[in-house]
């Protein structure tokens, strides 16, 4: 099992920038590639970008890209997402996920976290 616990979200003004960070627990953090998946409000789930487990490979949904950037911390167990240029349609529950595996193409986790709100105002 992994425990993932996701913090950092908020209010922010829309062209602001936030900060998301998950800190993981339990299993070898550096055996998991790591991601970010948002919900919002009467929508599924959508991802967001990926890590793989050196932190040398990302990918990124086209809304974000050029605007997030996700990394990792193998040492600290964290993995981040920094936002900036942020829009109102980025506001959602964003939720950090641990994967054993990584594709670039299909990411999807295997363990989650209980995610952190993220509202962008106009």
């Known amino acids: 099992q992994v425990q993932l616990v996701e913090s950092g979200g908020g209010l922010v003004q829309a062209g602001g920038s936030l900060r998301l960070s998950c800190t993981a627990s339990g299993r070898t953090f550096r055996n998991y590639a790591m991601g970010w998946f948002r919900q919002a409000p009467g929508k599924e789930r959508e991802f967001v970008a990926a890590?793989?487990?050196?932190?040398?490979?990302?990918v990124y949904a086209d809304s974000v890209k050029g605007r997030f950037t996700i990394s990792r911390d193998n040492a600290k167990n964290t993995v981040a997402l920094q936002m900036t240029s942020l829009k109102p349609e980025d506001t959602a529950v964003y939720y950090c996920?641990?994967?054993?595996?990584?594709?670039?193409?299909?990411?999807?986790?295997?363990?989650w976290g209980q995610g952190t709100q993220v509202t962008v105002s106009s």
């Open positions: 890590i793989n487990r050196s932190g040398g490979s990302t």
């Open positions: 996920a641990a994967a054993r595996s990584y594709s670039s193409s299909n990411f999807n986790g295997d363990y």
